[in-house]
Every structure is written in C-alpha cells, then in structure tokens.
C-alpha cells in the first residue's frame, strides 16, 4: 500500500530565510510525487510534480523540491521565503498502475516578517 | 474557462437528511474525484470517476454514492446524513492518472447537526 508522511504539522520561518517542507513516501514501483498548497478556505492549487528524470523539480512561486530515491524522500524548499508563502501545504504520491492519489495529512507553514 | 465548480458552498443538515453535491468541470478532463478534509485527516478519497461511465470506491465511501452523469458533471450523494459526515467535500479533475496533476474547486463546507 501506498503512503505518504509529512513528519511535521508546523513549520515556522523568518522572513527571508529558506524554508523546508518535509515528506516521505512509501510506494510500490517508481513513485509520481506532487506538492500542492492550500490557502485559507480555498481549494488545493498544484505547485509542481516528480515524474521521472532530474531529480530537482522546480514548480510556481519560486518553490521547488528535491526527490531523493535512496531516503524516499520529496522535501519542498524555497530559498527565501515571503509571508504570503503562509498556508497549508500537501505532499502527495501515486505509484503505478491506476491507483488513487493518496495525501499526507499536510504541514502548515507561517512565514513570520 | 471556470475550472472546477461545486455547489453549494455551504450547508447545514439534519441527521438523516439527504443531499446531492454538484460538481463541474471545463477542462475536458477524463478523471473526477471526491475528497473530504477534516482537521488533522489530510485529504481523504471518497470515490473516484477515472473515465466517464466508471466509479470506484476509495478510501472513506461508507455512507455516499456517486453518480458521473457525463464527462464535464461528477456528484456526491448522502443518502441519510450523519454527524460523522461533518466536512469540507472537495472535487477535483484530471486529464487522467499517472502523472496528471488534478485541479480543484473551492470545496463545501457540510455541517450535519
């Protein structure tokens, strides 16, 4: 079965300062790995995906994240972060065949000026 | 180009009262999803449409039922609602599976009382 963790409900970061999300995933096969954020009483908005290929994807709004196949890992990062980067953010991953996408329980994340 | 819309927004039942959620989308997209979002819980699959004239259970169906009325429409039904059904439903499109990303609506938020 497959799953995803995102070890931490909440990241808190200055202004300025690199952010990280982190997520791990279990999957059976090569994995397809999003991230997507939710901003308060909003719908999930896509930021980027892993498919397959460089293992450094860079998506919208200047973030991007890093798949690690050895440590089954998709951290999301973000060089400098802004206050309006505050919101919800999911890691999610479908292995192959036709199975469902399956989220993690989603990290909030407050970018303090 | 409206993406995916869902209605209502809001709404308030009585235990054992039942409703139909819409959804829509403009996009030509082959797969339709259901999700609901609780505190804590992540995102959640109720049912899925992976193409038009298919549904499938996912992970919390117990208590709904889905009708894919065409390509563009995909509802939720509760047939006699429960307080455990307290929620916000998000649907969702995609082109397909695999490495489709999947596109949101706003979401409605159900209170069973």
């Known amino acids: 079965a497959q799953s995803v963790a995102q070890p931490e409900d909440q990241v808190n970061v200055a202004e300025g300062n690199p952010l990280t999300v982190k997520c791990t995933y279990s999957v059976s096969g090569n994995p397809y790995l999003f991230w997507y954020v939710q901003y308060p009483n909003r719908g999930l908005q896509f930021l980027l995906k892993?498919?397959?290929?460089?293992?450094l994807v860079k998506g919208s709004y200047g973030f991007e994240a890093e798949f690690n196949k050895s440590q089954t890992s998709f951290h999301l990062k973000k060089p400098s972060a802004l206050v309006s980067d505050s919101a919800l953010y999911f890691c999610?991953?479908?292995?192959?065949?036709?199975?469902?996408?399956?989220f993690g329980k989603g990290t909030r994340l407050s970018v303090i000026a | 180009n409206a993406g995916v819309t869902q209605t209502p927004k809001f709404q308030v039942l009585k235990t054992g009262q039942s409703m139909t959620l819409q959804c829509a989308q403009d996009m030509n997209h082959n797969s339709m999803y259901w999700y609901r979002q609780d505190p804590g819980m992540g995102l959640r699959l109720i049912y899925y449409?992976?193409?038009?004239?298919?549904?499938d259970k996912g992970e919390v169906p117990n208590g709904y039922n889905v009708s894919r009325l065409n390509k563009r429409e995909f509802s939720l039904r509760l047939e006699s609602a429960a307080p455990s059904q307290t929620s916000v439903y998000f649907c969702?499109?995609?082109?397909?599976?695999?490495?489709?990303?999947?596109?949101f609506g706003p979401g409605t938020r159900l209170t069973v009382l």
């Open positions: 999610a991953v479908r292995g192959s065949g036709n199975t469902p996408l399956v």
């Open positions: 449409s992976a193409s038009e004239g298919t549904t």
């Open positions: 969702a499109s995609s082109r397909g599976q695999g490495a489709s990303e999947q596109f």
């Open positions: 892993y498919i397959t290929g460089d293992n």
